[in-house]
């Protein structure tokens, strides 16, 4: 798999992956107009996961490169679940993140009864902090999300740990 910047090229493959049947409970949806908004103000990066040159899913991250030093993954759907596919192109984005701003903490907001997506994000090393109480306005409805983390020094432990163990 390789993760590739997105581009105005790719709004049409997002939108479509946003509106899979069943992914209208666990996916948000933007317009073509937020997208390109959200493309176009400096503050969202999105990356297009491919296999053999074919997009097989994508992540926004909002606050890439923040002051702050704090990256929030926005969105990550994979068109096919189930396959692994999204917790690689999770692990590859985490790298990218790490490897290429100074962020020290990655967070994310999943809802709790997403079970295969908190499974994914616990296998990259993302720990719950917590449950942000009607914090998502989704389906015309506030929702629960649970925050989860993952900060650079625990990021780094476990990448030495896994280089060593494959050695």
Same mark, same amino acid.
């Given at each position: 798999?390789?993760? =590739?910047?997105?581009?105005?090229?790719?709004? $049409?493959?997002?939108?479509?992956?946003?509106?899979?049947?069943?992914?209208?409970?666990?996916?948000?949806?933007?317009?073509?107009?937020? *997208?390109? /908004?959200?493309?176009?103000?400096?503050?969202? =990066?999105?990356?297009?996961?491919?296999?053999?040159?074919?997009?097989?899913?994508? $992540?926004?991250?909002?606050?890439?490169?923040?002051?702050?030093? =704090?990256?929030?993954?926005?969105?990550?759907?994979?068109?096919?679940?189930?396959?692994? *596919?999204?917790?690689? !192109?999770?692990?590859?984005? =985490?790298?990218?993140?790490?490897?290429?701003?100074? $962020?020290?903490?990655?967070? !994310?907001?999943?809802?709790?009864?997403?079970?295969?997506?908190?499974?994914?994000?616990?296998?990259?090393?993302?720990?719950?902090?917590?449950?942000?109480?009607? /914090?998502?306005?989704?389906?015309?409805? *506030?929702?629960?999300? !649970?925050?989860? /983390?993952?900060?650079?020094?625990?990021?780094?432990?476990?990448?030495?740990?896994?280089?060593?163990?494959?050695?």
């Amino acid at each position: 798999m390789q993760l =590739v910047r997105g581009s105005d090229e790719d709004i $049409a493959f997002v939108l479509a992956t946003e509106r899979l049947p069943g992914f209208e409970q666990l996916v948000g949806r933007w317009s073509e107009g937020e *997208h390109r /908004s959200a493309l176009a103000d400096g503050r969202h =990066v999105y990356f297009i996961a491919r296999f053999k040159s074919e997009a097989i899913g994508f $992540a926004i991250v909002r606050d890439w490169a923040s002051a702050e030093c =704090v990256a929030h993954i926005k969105r990550l759907v994979v068109s096919q679940p189930g396959r692994g *596919h999204g917790k690689a !192109l999770l692990a590859e984005l =985490v790298a990218i993140i790490f490897q290429n701003t100074d $962020a020290h903490r990655i967070w !994310l907001g999943v809802f709790p009864e997403n079970t295969r997506a908190r499974r994914a994000y616990e296998a990259v090393g993302f720990q719950a902090e917590g449950i942000a109480r009607g /914090s998502a306005f989704f389906g015309g409805r *506030h929702r629960d999300e !649970l925050v989860m /983390s993952l900060l650079r020094p625990d990021w780094a432990a476990c990448s030495e740990l896994s280089a060593r163990e494959t050695r």
